[in-house]
């Protein structure tokens, strides 16, 4: 017994003594996106994984390991707000690889993508990934809960778990294949299975509630998405719902869900009741490129759709649903591309980055524990060469990723192994 608390004593000393360490990082130029301002030389202490202080004349530890960003524009993290990482498949126009990929590749495959995939958007400065489903089995649980572990690095995950739909999902299987929509989607057609659906989840781990609004003529109606809603709260949850349908939106916007996902089916008119009752617009705008061609009409249409919702005052989140595998380019590539289509747009850049970063923790209602820098917040820190307030394009090129207050990406070049020997010393927390 005595020996045990010896040993014990000796743990706690050793913890303290491998996470008191202060870290000081030297911000030439320190970027609030909220304000769209800019503050020069400032020093950032971070200890145990949190920002402990924030100025220009402050003490820097003698012991204290010093980062030098005095030439960068140093920043918080970047927020995907739609994607999934739990799913790679071959980008061909007219091809089922997507059904494909569910059938061939099992749940440790597909949790093993979304490590890889989340550790690709960590490095182009995406510190929160909203992950909404098409994970398997709870894939995406497994990557949040490994991350917030320490065992790899990678984005903050508020996930899914398994999308709720009325039968069939997304998914149109014929009879004797119906087993294809799991474990993909979550069947709940009646108000019993509706509330079980979401205990499921819950229990599961998801962190926000994904449904399927109207993907089959049977689809959710307004009473419907209230119960989701109601029953959601209980665990404070938010409801998304996937809308590709004008009636859809009607409906979700009448049902007061949290954010609409895809803008394919949003017009002007939607925009207005979604400015009017604070609905988020999480438009996973897919910008014309080589690599994932679509039609003029399409594309003509994405970004008409973002200027209407910018001149309503919809509040807006950077969104990708890119969940494709492009022969030579990585996640992070392909998610940063997607500026593209804001500014295609013509929404300033002060405004693209509130969206990409304040707007994304809102989203995800993580706003009051992670994203700004402030201190108490979790160290979650990128820099750029240039001012993304001049030009936005400056975040294509994040050259230093701070996530927890561990150092991801330093001079450009990717550090992972400062978070595998981090393990679960790093915090054991609750689901
Ligand atoms: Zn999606």
Redesign the pocket.
Known sequence: MHRRLIVFILLLFTIQVSNAAVTAIRAGHLIDPEAASVTDNQIILVENGKITAIGSDLQVPADATVIDLSSRFVLPGLVDA???LGITYKMEPESNYYYLTTVMDGTPLRAIQAFSNGFQILAYGFTVERD???AGNYADTALRIAIEQGWVPGPTIINSGIIIGSMGGQFWPTPEREFLVYPEYLDADTHDEIIKAVHKNMLYGAKVIKIMVDSKPYGYNVEEMKLFVKEAARADMKVAG?VQTRDGALRAVEAGIWSI??SGALDDEIHKMMAEKGIWRVG?ETPQTDYHPISEKRWKRTVEGLKSAYKRGVKMAFST?A?YFVPGMNRGEITINFLKSWKAAGIPARDILKIMTVNGYKVCDIYDERGPIKVGFPADIIAVSANPLDDIDALRDVTFVMKDGMVFKENGTVKPMNFFHSGPEYGWRKR
């Open positions: 739609h994607s999934h909404l489903g098409n996937h996902e895809h996973t649903d969940d």
